[in-house]
């Protein structure tokens, strides 16, 4: 059982490079979200698809796409790198009526 | 402008104490908070969790006491035990348990537990 499942776990790119990061979950789950953690931040929501085929902005947008591919399935696109942008990202998903989210093991990304 | 706040950014514990991981918030409209632990290069794990209607909210040796004329809620860990060392978030909604798209989470509280 493998839960949620990010890819790639770690990768670097230069300023103005795009990338997409992969997110799956096999738990049936309605709901699918985008975290970034900083230091000193703590965990900020970027995007959550409530429902399959349903997008939504969370606390940082700026500089991201997202895409609710099937009901497993929700990337994050990055078109345009920036320093800023290194962070540690974590894909979650929730069960439609649960309050808990169940998170990914993260993908580090450093922009150069 | 920080919604939940996790003042301690660190705690140290003896091993058989209590821990006691602190979290505050200022929106009073959320009702329903959360605690997720978080190992290095892991993704945080769900804890506990407490709807604002309960004040006390317990699951073996983890217990979350929730004040909302304070707007304080606290992680008890009792008693403390070396492979809780780990950070912990504070995670706050404003949807109650069956809406979480929007938790807000705190900046954590890193606890170590020594022998």
């Known amino acids: 059982n493998a839960g949620v499942t990010q890819t790639p776990k770690f990768q670097v790119l230069k300023t103005g490079q795009s990338m997409t990061l992969q997110c799956a979950q096999d738990?049936?789950?309605?709901?699918m979200y985008w975290y970034r953690q900083d230091p000193g931040m703590g965990l900020r929501l970027i995007y959550y698809s409530a429902s399959e085929g349903t997008t939504d902005k969370g606390e940082v947008p700026n500089g991201y796409n997202v895409s609710r591919l099937n009901k497993r399935e929700f990337s994050l696109r990055l078109e345009s790198a920036a320093p800023s942008q290194t962070s540690v990202y974590f894909c979650?998903?929730?069960?439609?009526?649960?309050?808990?989210?169940?998170f990914g093991e993260g993908s580090r990304l450093t922009v150069l | 402008d920080q919604q939940v706040k996790q003042n301690s950014p660190s705690l140290s514990v003896q091993e058989g104490r209590i821990s006691i991981l602190n979290c505050d918030y200022t929106?009073?409209?959320?009702?329903?908070f959360l605690w997720y632990k978080k190992y290095p290069a892991e993704g945080p794990t769900f804890l506990i969790s407490i709807s604002s209607i309960k004040d006390k909210n317990e699951d073996g040796r983890f217990t979350v006491f929730l004040n909302k004329s304070a707007k304080h809620l606290s992680l008890h860990i009792v008693p403390s035990q070396p492979g809780d060392s780990a950070v912990y978030f504070c995670?706050?909604?404003?949807?109650?348990?069956?809406?979480?798209?929007?938790?807000?989470f705190g900046t954590g509280t890193r606890l170590q537990v020594f022998p």
């Open positions: 979650a998903s929730r069960a439609r009526g649960l309050g808990e989210l169940f």
């Open positions: 738990m049936n789950h309605n709901s």
């Open positions: 995670a706050a909604s404003a949807g109650g348990s069956y809406n979480t798209d929007k938790l807000i």
């Open positions: 929106n009073s409209m959320f009702d329903y």
